[in-house]
């Protein structure tokens, strides 16, 4: 059974169509990258995935591990194992990072039928997983997000992402607006996370991220669509020579 | 108009003369604050009570507090353990306890604080404060505070000499005892005066044992040259009481006012600042948070006033309404001419829990120099839908993210309060409100 399994999936926000017949199927310990111009409807396919409420789907399917994901709630949606690394991360002032990460991280061990863990056993965890993503300390005692730089921000997706080991991970254009130690270190911690039990999606407009985080499938997305799909090779014929050759015939 | 309606909108005035006439002759007055006595009801008269269109009090209505006659409270016994409750630990031989306005030696232990802390009752002050008050009633436009002066006579005046530094901080616990029969009013006045450069620590801290009273407080606050107070007012009277306070400030030269505000709202809450920046580099922090419920009114009434250049002043108000809560703001920055190079600054974010949630916000600035940036701005909303949906993402239950979120809201400015004691309370008090609501 395959992971995720999307089929001629159609959704969009309002009345406006913007993703117009996906298929895609991701296995376990598969890394895949989707690559496209701006505009092309790449994160709404991310958010859709994550169950954002104000995106619609008007036609197709998606099955995850044999679940209907349309039919679950975006929490039942991360308990089961969805990781949505955000474009842009929400800050939100007054909620202590660590505390947030504690809470999420019991979330799922409720889930599990196992007991939550308190302040000071989560303590431990947390400082292993800062470490494992090359991430300051002093970022657990302040409010979630808020006045982080653009590359805590992403590091700091790649540690809930650590805390919470999911399933299947879709980094939504994690490397946009990073300089290169930043994406570097944040590449570090992604590939420490990925294994064969797990899947990934990297959404990114830029080819210089999969030189960090290899993947095995490349995926060119143009007017909502999968136009052309290849091996890690296509990333770099689309660096070298623009989106254009593989656009134009879908427009 | 028919006789009982011209009597009806003229008992309101005579119930307060009433009192003060019985005040004055009852020999709870002090002679030494007669003439302030005299002033103030003088100023009372003048103003009376606002009507519903007075611009000061657009929105809130009064006339519930006006209509009601009022006895004066006396010196009640309270409970002592419940006082020591309402102590603040890092304030234990530092606290300055009154109950109805009344300084209580018993219940108060200021030894902490070593000898250059100086309390004494406002009839005893020298002539400098007298005719401070005096001229403040001049112009006062607040008939409350008009009021407070009326039936001043046991306010307190701490007095710090220059350069004295006072590392903790001095707890003032004001407590009300209200009355089993009829309603009853106390006025606490605290006057505060810093010498050239000391430093003050201050909680003052409102609260009730029963319902039914209107404390009508009145703290000013003169520092002078390089002098600096770190204020917070906390606000947690009986849900069925009537709380005015006005906190008027005057800053000298590179002098400096940080006042914070917790409050969680009564039948009519109202905090009216009038905060004078009269000299070069002065600086003023304003902060408010409220969590209101049920019918619980909170209202701010703001004047700042920067009377010279190079001064600073920012203000950030957040408020919490749920049920049919009101909350309002009117609020605005005079700018002087001649007050070049100030930098004023002014947010006011409301979060609005339930459909019949009232909120009226009036930000505003009058700007009469040339070269001043000053913001100003007001949000209402309710929960953030996208900070809801990325708490979702991370597992969290729709009910566990909205609590975080309303929680987080007002436990932002919460945590910015220097006493750990103070924001441990106000966590207790208002965010307990909250949960309580949405357990």
């Known amino acids: 059974m395959s992971l995720l399994e999307i089929k001629d999936l159609h959704a969009g926000f309002d009345t406006t169509e913007i993703v117009k017949g996906v298929t895609l199927t991701i296995n376990a310990g598969e890394v895949h990258a989707i690559m496209g111009p701006n505009g092309s409807g790449k994160s709404t396919l991310s958010k859709v995935l994550a169950g954002h409420p104000s995106y619609e789907v008007t036609q197709g399917s998606i099955t995850y591990n044999g679940q209907n994901l349309l039919e679950m709630d975006a929490e039942e949606r991360a308990l089961a194992g969805v990781f949505l690394g955000f474009q842009y991360p929400v800050e939100i002032p007054g909620v202590n990072n660590a505390e947030f990460l504690r809470m999420a991280y019991n979330a799922k061990l409720v889930k599990q039928g196992k007991d939550e863990v308190d302040p000071l056993d989560f303590d431990e965890i947390l400082d292993e997983k800062m470490k494992m993503v090359g991430m300051d300390k002093k970022y657990k005692d302040r409010f979630l997000n808020e006045g982080f730089s653009g590359g805590e921000k992403k590091k700091n997706e790649i540690l809930q992402m650590a805390v919470l080991d999911p399933k299947l991970t879709i980094l939504d254009e994690t490397d946009s607006g990073l300089d290169i130690d930043a994406l570097k270190e944040v590449a570090q911690g992604v590939n420490k996370l990925t294994s064969e039990n797990n899947a990934l999606i990297m959404i990114t407009h830029y080819q210089r991220l999969l030189n960090y985080i290899e993947p095995q499938f490349v995926h060119v997305f143009s007017g909502g669509k999968i136009v052309k799909s290849g091996g890690k090779e296509l990333a770099h014929e689309l660096e070298a020579q623009g989106y254009d050759w593989v656009t134009a015939p879908a427009k | 108009m028919s006789e009982s309606a011209v009597k009806k909108t003229e008992a309101p005035e005579t119930a307060v003369l009433e009192l003060h006439k019985k005040f004055l002759e009852g020999g709870q007055a002090k002679a030494s ?226 006042g914070r505000n917790g409050s969680s709202g009564s039948r009519l809450t109202r905090h009216h600042y009038e905060m004078r920046l009269k000299e070069e580099g002065a600086e003023l922090h304003l902060s408010g948070a409220s969590v209101l419920a049920n019918q619980d009114q909170v209202h701010n009434f703001i004047r700042i006033h920067h009377e010279a250049p190079h001064c600073n002043s920012d203000q950030l108000f957040k408020n919490v309404i749920d049920d049919k809560g009101r909350s309002s703001i009117d609020g605005t920055v005079i700018v002087n001419k001649g007050a070049q190079l100030t930098n004023s600054d002014q947010l006011i974010n409301n979060l609005m829990l339930s459909d019949e949630a009232h909120s009226d916000n009036k930000p505003n600035l009058m700007i009469f120099a040339d070269d001043v940036k000053c913001t100003h701005g007001t949000t209402v909303g309710q929960i953030n839908e996208d900070q809801l949906f990325y708490l979702k993402t991370r597992g969290l239950s729709s009910e566990l993210a909205k609590s975080l979120l309303t929680t987080s809201f007002v436990s932002s400015l919460i945590q910015t309060i220097p006493f750990p004691d103070v924001v441990a309370d106000l966590n207790d008090i208002l965010l307990k409100k909250l949960e309580a609501k949405h357990a």
């Open chain 2, 33 to 258: 604050l007669r003439a302030i006595n005299q002033a103030g009801i003088e100023r009372f008269k003048l103003l009376k009570f606002p009507h519903k269109k007075h611009e000061m009090y657009t929105f809130v209505n009064t006339n519930e507090l006006a209509g009601t006659s009022f006895e004066l409270a006396t010196d009640s016994p309270v409970d002592t353990a419940w006082v020591q409750s309402q102590v603040y630990p890092s304030c234990k031989n530092s606290v300055a306890v009154f109950v109805n306005g009344a300084f209580q030696e018993n219940l108060s232990d200021l030894s902490g604080l070593g000898d250059t802390f100086k309390m004494q009752c406002l009839s005893e002050a020298d002539d400098e404060v007298k005719q401070t008050l005096l001229d403040c009633l001049e112009d006062e436009n607040d008939v409350f505070a008009a009021i407070n002066s009326a039936f001043v006579h046991h306010g307190a005046l701490i007095d710090i000499p220059a350069k004295a530094v006072f590392e903790s901080p001095v707890q003032l616990l004001y407590i009300s005892t209200g009355s089993a029969s009829t309603p009853a009013t106390s006025h606490p006045r605290l006057v505060v005066r810093l010498g050239e450069t000391a430093e003050l620590k201050m909680i003052v801290a409102y609260a009730g044992t029963r319902e039914n009273y209107f404390v009508n407080a009145v703290n000013d606050f003169i520092i002078k040259d390089g002098a600096g107070v770190n204020y917070t007012q906390v606000q947690k009277d009986d849900a069925e009481s009537w709380h005015c306070s006005k906190t008027r400030v005057q800053l000298h030269r590179d002098a400096r006012f940080y």
